[in-house]
């Protein structure tokens, strides 16, 4: 296989796409981390509901902008999650449970066993995918072109559909970080996350700031489904990858690092693609594509054991 430098790069702009919304994933479970402090293994489900209540809506309601589809996906996951949190994580903030660690990890396992088996019930197992959510304009300019379905750039093709999932990805990650450095409710979740005790001396209530912090994760979790079902086909199980990559995405960028899981997620698409894209025997490059992930992610840990931007407890 020949590889040219148009080729190479159309590999960097397609892992940077997909590593956005990696990234934008990955940020909701760290969040939760860093205030809750459990991993929620029930991420990936909130990201496949996220998708399907968008495939939904614009499948009953023709009209519906994309963009609010996209709300209400996040609006339907941060429901979810606000009820579960407060129905049965609650009590381990509290201290009502006796091993909070143990009990963290076997409820949110049934939340994902849950969900997912409850969606395979209603929707079946058949997978659906969503039509891209605009058409491109047409133009050419010479060195950048489009059409309704592809832009070009020095001849390097982007699909529409992974360019709207990635700018939506972006325009989210932007909101979500000015939304935690730049108000008094993302200050208040962050000085949780910091010291419990030292938040509630000052006025924050940590209790709310766990169950608002695990409503807006599994919110991002939700929007960032609902953006790649038009890329992707839907069926219930595919949270389960997006749930493992979420885990190696912040445990590579450093637990609880709001920066390090959004590099953490653009690292991986950007592996992942190269590596792919490189590999001599196209065949087995989908097979391998996550085996790229994780070679990086455990030569990462190898030099820096806490990951990128994490912290010696």
Do not use: C
Request: hydrophobic fraction near 55%; avoid cysteine; aromatic fraction near 12%.
């Amino acid at each position: 296989m020949e590889i040219t430098g148009q080729y190479l790069m159309n590999l960097i702009l397609n892992g940077l796409l997909i590593g956005f919304i990696y990234a934008l994933m990955a940020l909701g479970l760290t969040l939760i981390f860093s205030v809750l402090g459990v991993v929620s293994f029930a991420h990936g489900e909130f990201y496949m509901i996220g998708g399907y209540v968008l495939f939904f809506l614009l499948d009953t309601f023709t009209g519906l902008n994309p963009l609010i589809a996209v709300v209400l996906a996040g609006l339907a996951t941060f429901v979810i999650g606000f009820i579960f949190e407060r129905l049965f994580l609650r009590p381990m903030a509290k201290g009502e449970i006796e091993r909070p660690g143990e009990y963290a990890i076997l409820v949110t396992f049934g939340l994902a066993f849950f969900l997912q088996y409850i969606v395979l019930a209603i929707v079946g197992p058949y997978p659906k995918k969503a039509q891209r959510f605009f058409d491109l304009p047409t133009l050419d300019l010479g060195w950048i072109s489009s059409t309704a379905t592809t832009l070009r750039i020095f001849d390097i093709p982007l699909s529409a559909a992974r360019l709207t999932a990635a700018a939506l990805a972006v325009i989210l990650l932007v909101i979500a970080i000015y939304f935690m450095y730049r108000t008094w409710t993302g200050r208040g979740l962050r000085a949780t996350s910091q010291d419990k005790q030292a938040a509630s001396v000052v006025g924050i209530n940590p209790l709310n700031m766990s169950t608002l912090a695990f409503g807006l994760g599994t919110m991002l979790a939700g929007m960032s489904g609902a953006a790649l079902v038009t890329v992707f086909s839907w069926v219930p199980a595919v949270g389960v990858p997006a749930s493992s990559k979420s885990f190696v995405i912040i445990v590579l960028g450093g637990m609880g690092s709001l920066p390090g899981a959004m590099l953490g997620g653009l690292i991986i698409g950007l592996v992942e693609s190269l590596g792919a894209g490189l590999l001599p025997d196209p065949n087995r490059a989908l097979a391998y594509k996550d085996a790229f992930g994780l070679a990086i992610f455990a030569l990462v840990l190898l030099i820096k054991p806490t990951g990128l931007f994490g912290r010696e407890l």
